[in-house]
């Protein structure tokens, strides 16, 4: 079993559609969670960055984690074309550079069409 | 990404040749970082170094090497060993608590 699963998608969905995005992980050490968008053949770009369980919005999208259930998400409002891309979950047991490694989801492919 | 350069964006190998990528930072970051990205599989890590001189192993390290001889640059190579070298190679970079950042990533085939 994979520490971190992530529904791989594909995903299509109308412009202006709420999108949810997924992960569940089994390593309880977990701390810090962030989802990175990728598009295609370009590196991935953090959107988000969190700490422990709770919210965290940032204009269009909302980052959940929920600790308990070891499961996180990504919530964007009003979808938009240029929301089409991969989008990344990742997490660490420290901070930063504090601990080293980012274990990744597999990626989810989202396509938004108007 | 502002501040990361990898080169070249496509590189071929020819069987049993040694090839190497290249990471630049301009951001004066501590930590460097090496990730591997195939269809479906997410990005694995390859090795990293957070300081100069110093590097450890991720979890493919076999069939890679490294080298941190100045805070700027961290080279891969991808030797004859790596028997299936063709993904797409990313290189990030850390500094403190702040989460990793990513260059555009170098594009490996087999001729």
């Known amino acids: 079993q994979k520490e971190v699963e992530q529904d791989p998608g594909p995903l299509s969905v109308p412009e202006g559609a709420i999108v949810s995005l997924n992960c569940t992980y089994s390593?309880?050490?977990?701390?810090?969670f962030m989802w990175y968008r990728q598009y295609s053949r370009k590196g991935p770009e953090l959107l988000m960055y969190t700490y422990s369980s709770g919210n965290k919005e940032d204009g269009r999208f909302t980052a959940q984690v929920d600790k308990s259930s070891k499961y996180i998400s990504l919530f964007i409002r009003d979808s938009q074309p240029s929301d089409s891309a991969t989008y990344l979950c990742a997490m660490s047991q420290g901070p930063g550079t504090s601990y080293g490694k980012l274990t990744f989801g597999q990626g989810t492919i989202l396509t938004v069409h108007p | 990404d502002g501040g990361i350069t990898q080169s070249p964006k496509y590189l071929f190998r020819k069987e049993g040749q040694n090839v190497t990528l290249s990471c630049e930072q301009n951001l004066n970051h501590d930590a460097m970082y090496w990730y591997r990205q195939d269809p479906g599989q997410g990005l694995r890590l390859i090795y990293y170094?957070?300081?100069?001189?110093?590097?450890q192993k991720g979890d493919i390290a076999e069939g890679y090497s490294v080298s941190r001889e100045k805070k700027e640059s961290f080279p891969l190579t991808v030797t004859s060993a790596q028997k299936n070298p063709t993904a797409f190679y990313l290189c990030?970079?850390?500094?403190?608590?702040?989460?990793?950042?990513f260059g555009d990533g170098t594009r490996l085939s087999i001729l």
């Open positions: 390593n309880s050490a977990f701390q810090y």
């Open positions: 170094s957070q300081i100069v001189n110093d590097f």
């Open positions: 990030a970079i850390g500094q403190g608590e702040q989460p990793q950042h």
